[in-house]
C-alpha cells in the first residue's frame, strides 16, 4: 500500500468519523412540508410619511423576506394578503416571539448632530471657524442610551446609505459586542462632512457628539475622537455602534440594519403555529421511493464494474452521510424537493467514478501485457486522466452555485447551498473514498488476476458495441443542428400557444382557512380536493378541525366546490378566512434569481473558454439554453405547473447540461492536443465515442432513481422527478448532438482550424496513452 492510499484512508476514515458524530448529535432543520412551522400575519398601518397600499406593503415584504434570510431561515413563505397585510410562514423556528420582534420593527436609522441636553440653559461655546455652517433647522429630542435625553439636529443621513453591517467582538479592550457600519459612496461623504462639524466642538462637549438613532431612540452617540480636525471629519466611510449589546442584540440590530427599514410600520395580529403541508403518508411514499431508487443504482453500478462497482457504491453511501451531516451542521433547511435533489445527487456523484472506471478500462486494455501490474497501473491511470474533466465539470457548477448563494435569497439562495455541499461531497467520495478502496482492494493478487471479478479488465458492452460498428458521427453535423432547432421551435410554440402554467408561487392566488365539525387528517384532505380537481392545492392544518387551502385565484364556484370536498370528510364546514395572496416569489426575487442566474451562465462561459475555447464554451452555453428551452416547452405543452419545485428541478438540469458538454470536451482537448494543427473532426467523433460509455451509465444511474421517485413519490415529487427525467435525457442528446456539431461549425469558420496554445497540450510524463486518439 501506497503512501498515497494511506493519506487517503485515514482522511476518509476521519471525515467519515466526523460526519457520523454530526449525524448523530445534531437534528435536522425540516421545511414547512415536513415539519410545519410557525405562521405569522402582519399588519401594515399608515405613518406620517407613507401610507399603507398594496405598493407600500410589497416593498414590505421584500425588507422582511431579507431579515428572514439573515436570520438563517432558508426556505420560509412571505406573502402579501390582501392589501396591507403580509403572511410570513417561518420553518423550524424555535423562539416566534422574538422572530416576531425583529420583523415587526421600523428600523428606521438616522444619524443626527447633537445640539445639547433639553436643559441646558447655559449659552454655547462658539466653535471654532467651522466650516460652510448651513442654516439653522428643525430639532429633535429623543431619549438616549442612558437614560436621559438630547437635543437633535435634522440628518441627511440616514440607513439607506448603509453598504453593510455586521455584528463584531471585541474581546482584547473588553469593548464586548458591536455593530460596524461599511457606507456607499455618498453616504460616506456625508458621514464625513457629519462628523467633520462634530468636530468643531471642544472635546467632551455634548456637539462633539453624533447621534445614531434607530425607530426614534438613541441607540448610540460616540464623540468624535480628539485626533479628528475640524472640517476633516472621519474619511474611513466605516462607524462602529457600541452600547453594551448582547451577541443576540448586535446580530439583530445589524440584520435589520442591513435588510433596510420598513416603508410602514406592522404589527403581528396573527401568530400560530402550523402543521406540515405534506402529510406522512406522502412523506413515507417519497421515502420509499429514494430507498428503491438508490439501492437499483447501487445494484446497476455494481452490476457494471463488479467490485470495483460495489465500492464505488461503498463510497456513495459515504457520500450520503457527509453531505447530511454538512447539510446538518449549518442548519440548511431540508424541504421534500431538495430532500429529493439530494438523493438524485447521489446518483450523478457516480459521475466521478465512472469516469475514473472508465479512463481505467481504456488504460487497462492498452497495458495489458506490458507490465506485471496492469490493474494497479491502469486503475492510478484512470483517475489520474479523469481528474480534470471532474474538476472542469465540478467548477462550472461550483461557480453557479456560489453565485445563486451570493445573489440570490430565499429558495435560491437555499438551493445554491445545498447545490454546493453536494459537488464538493461528491469529488470527495470518488477522488478520496472511492480511490482508497479500490487501490486497497487491486493491490490483492485474486483481484488483479481476475478481470471479471474486479470489472476494470471488461471492457463493457457499450464500448464493444461501439468498438464494432464505429459509426462515422457528425459527416453532416448541420443536419443535427436542424434537429435540435426544430425541437426548441416546437418548445417556443408549446409556450406561445399554450402559454406557462405558473403556479401560486409566482402569481399569487387565494388563502381559504375553514373550520370541520370533525378531525381531517392532511392526507385526506389533500385526496379529497385532488378528486375534486384541485391537485395543485397547498394544505395545512393549524389544530385537528383548522384547515388552510392555499391555491390559484379561484372564483366562488370553485371555492364552493373545495368547502363541499371538505365538507364530505370533515362534517359541517365553516369558512373562516378568505384573503387574495400576492406570490411568494415576488419580483424583486425573481429578478435577483435572474441576475444571479445570467452571472453564473457569464461566469461559466469565461470559465469554460479560459480553461478550452470560446468555441467549446460556447458550444456548451448553447446546450444548457437548448435544454431550458424545451424543458420549459413541455412543460408547457403539457399544461404542468412552473412552480417552486420546477425551478429547482430547472437549475439541477441546468448543471446536469453544463456537466456533460464538459466531459465531452475535455476529451474532445486530450485527443485534438495529440494532432496540433490537425482537423477537430476526427478528435470530437473519438471523443463522443469514447465518452458515450460515461454518458450511458452515468444517465442511468440518475434514472432509477428518478423513475422509482416519478412512480412511487406521489403528487408531491411527480413534477419534480418528470422535469428531470426530460432534462437529463435532453441533456444527454444536447451534449453530443447539439454541443458537438455548434464547435465543428464555429471551428470550421476559423482560418486557424488547430488548437492553439502550450495550454492545450497533455504534459508529458502524466500517463496519456501515445496513440492517435482513435481508439474506441
Avoid at 719 to 724: M, Q, R, Y
Wanted: aromatic content about 6%; glycine content about 10%.
Amino acid at each position: 500500500m501506497t503512501r498515497a492510499t494511506t493519506v487517503r484512508a485515514v482522511l476518509a476514515a476521519v471525515v467519515l468519523l466526523v460526519s457520523l458524530f454530526v449525524t448523530l448529535t445534531m437534528s435536522p432543520r425540516l421545511g414547512l412540508d415536513l415539519q410545519g412551522g410557525t405562521r405569522l400575519v402582519l399588519q401594515a398601518k399608515d405613518s406620517p410619511t407613507a401610507k399603507a397600499d398594496r405598493e407600500s406593503t410589497d416593498r414590505t415584504v421584500e425588507v422582511l423576506r431579507q431579515r428572514i434570510d439573515a436570520l438563517g431561515v432558508a426556505e420560509p413563505t412571505v406573502t402579501r394578503s390582501g392589501e396591507d397585510r403580509v403572511l410570513i410562514e417561518l420553518p423550524d423556528v424555535t423562539d416566534p416571539r422574538e422572530a416576531a420582534e425583529v420583523l415587526g420593527r421600523t428600523a428606521q436609522l438616522t444619524f443626527h448632530p447633537v445640539l445639547g441636553v433639553p436643559d441646558d440653559a447655559a449659552p454655547d461655546p462658539k466653535p471654532e471657524s467651522k466650516p460652510d455652517s448651513e442654516p439653522e433647522s428643525e430639532e429633535l429630542v429623543l431619549p438616549d442610551e442612558s437614560g436621559g435625553r438630547l437635543r437633535l439636529g435634522a440628518s441627511d443621513l440616514s440607513g439607506a446609505g448603509v453598504k453593510d453591517a455586521r455584528a463584531e467582538f471585541d474581546g482584547q479592550r473588553g469593548a464586548g459586542w458591536s455593530v460596524s457600519l461599511d457606507f456607499r459612496d455618498d453616504a460616506s461623504r456625508d458621514w464625513t462632512r457629519l462628523t467633520g462639524e462634530a468636530a468643531c466642538h471642544p472635546p467632551q462637549d455634548e456637539r462633539r457628539r453624533v447621534a445614531i438613532v434607530l425607530d426614534e431612540k438613541v441607540i448610540s452617540s460616540p464623540q468624535v475622537s480628539p485626533s479628528v480636525t475640524c472640517g476633516a471629519g472621519l474619511p474611513s466611510g466605516t462607524t462602529q455602534i457600541t452600547g453594551s449589546f448582547s451577541a443576540d442584540e448586535a446580530k439583530n440590530l445589524a440584520l435589520l440594519i442591513k435588510g433596510g427599514a420598513l416603508p410602514v410600520p406592522v404589527e403581528v395580529v396573527e401568530q400560530r403555529t402550523v402543521g406540515p403541508t405534506l402529510g406522512a403518508e406522502a412523506i413515507s411514499a417519497s421515502a420509499r421511493a429514494a430507498v428503491i431508487g438508490a439501492g437499483l443504482t447501487a445494484l446497476f453500478i455494481t452490476f457494471v464494474y463488479r467490485l470495483f462497482g460495489g465500492l464505488a457504491a461503498l463510497a456513495l453511501a459515504g457520500y450520503t452521510l457527509i453531505s447530511y451531516a454538512a447539510l446538518v451542521a449549518l442548519g440548511v433547511t431540508l424541504t421534500l424537493p431538495g430532500l429529493a435533489g439530494f438523493v438524485l445527487a447521489i446518483g450523478m456523484a457516480v459521475d466521478a467514478n465512472v469516469l475514473a472506471f472508465e479512463r481505467a478500462r481504456e488504460e487497462y486494455a492498452s497495458r495489458s501485457g506490458r507490465t506485471s501490474r496492469p490493474l494497479r497501473s491502469a486503475l492510478a491511470a484512470g483517475f489520474r486522466n479523469a481528474r480534470t474533466a471532474v474538476v472542469d465539470s465540478n467548477v462550472t457548477t461550483l461557480l453557479a452555485a456560489g453565485l445563486l448563494f451570493g445573489l440570490g435569497s430565499g429558495p435560491v439562495k437555499g438551493f445554491g447551498v445545498t447545490l454546493a455541499i453536494g459537488v464538493l461531497v461528491s469529488m470527495f467520495s470518488a477522488l478520496v473514498i472511492a480511490r482508497a478502496l479500490t487501490e486497497l482492494a487491486a493491490g490483492s493478487r485474486f483481484v488483479t488476476d481476475f478481470p471479471g471479478v474486479n470489472g476494470i479488465g471488461l471492457r463493457g458492452r457499450v464500448r464493444t458495441y461501439l468498438t464494432r460498428r464505429a459509426p462515422q458521427l457528425f459527416r453532416r453535423s448541420r443536419r443535427w443542428l436542424g434537429v435540435s432547432t426544430v425541437v426548441v421551435a416546437l418548445a417556443v410554440l408549446g409556450v406561445a400557444l399554450r402559454g406557462l402554467n405558473l403556479g401560486v408561487e409566482f402569481t399569487g392566488g387565494r388563502l381559504m382557512e375553514y373550520s370541520t365539525s370533525r378531525p381531517v387528517g392532511i392526507d385526506t384532505a389533500r385526496t379529497a380536493l385532488a378528486d375534486a380537481g384541485f391537485a395543485d392545492a397547498e394544505v395545512t392544518t393549524a389544530g385537528e378541525r383548522e384547515l388552510s387551502v392555499r391555491t390559484g385565484d379561484t372564483g366562488d364556484r370553485a371555492e364552493a366546490a373545495i368547502r363541499d370536498a371538505l365538507s364530505a370528510e370533515g362534517g359541517a364546514t365553516t369558512k373562516v378566512r378568505d384573503d387574495l395572496i400576492g406570490p411568494s416569489l415576488g419580483d424583486e426575487l425573481r429578478r435577483h434569481a435572474l441576475i444571479a442566474l445570467g452571472i453564473a451562465v457569464g461566469a461559466q462561459l469565461l470559465y469554460l473558454a479560459v480553461r478550452f475555447r470560446w468555441s467549446f464554451a460556447v458550444a456548451s452555453v448553447t446546450a444548457m439554453v437548448h435544454d431550458v428551452v424545451i424543458l420549459v416547452g413541455v412543460f408547457a405543452w403539457l399544461g404542468r405547473p412552473i412552480d417552486g419545485i420546477f425551478l429547482a428541478a430547472l437549475l439541477t438540469v441546468i448543471g446536469y447540461s453544463v456537466n456533460d458538454s464538459v466531459v465531452v470536451f475535455d476529451r474532445v482537448r486530450e485527443l485534438w492536443a495529440r494532432r496540433p494543427g490537425g482537423p477537430l473532426l476526427p478528435a470530437a467523433r473519438a471523443a463522443v465515442l469514447q465518452t458515450v460509455p460515461r454518458t450511458v451509465n452515468t444517465g442511468m444511474g440518475a434514472l432509477f432513481i428518478l423513475t422509482a421517485l416519478a412512480v412511487l413519490g406521489g403528487d408531491s415529487l411527480r413534477d419534480f422527478a418528470l422535469a428531470l427525467l426530460i432534462g437529463i435525457c435532453v441533456g444527454t442528446y444536447s451534449s453530443v448532438f447539439t454541443a458537438v456539431p455548434v464547435a465543428l461549425e464555429m471551428e470550421s469558420r476559423r482560418k486557424d482550424s488547430g488548437p492553439t496554445g502550450q495550454r492545450q497540450r497533455p504534459k508529458p510524463g502524466r500517463g496519456r496513452p501515445a496513440d492517435n486518439g482513435a481508439r474506441v
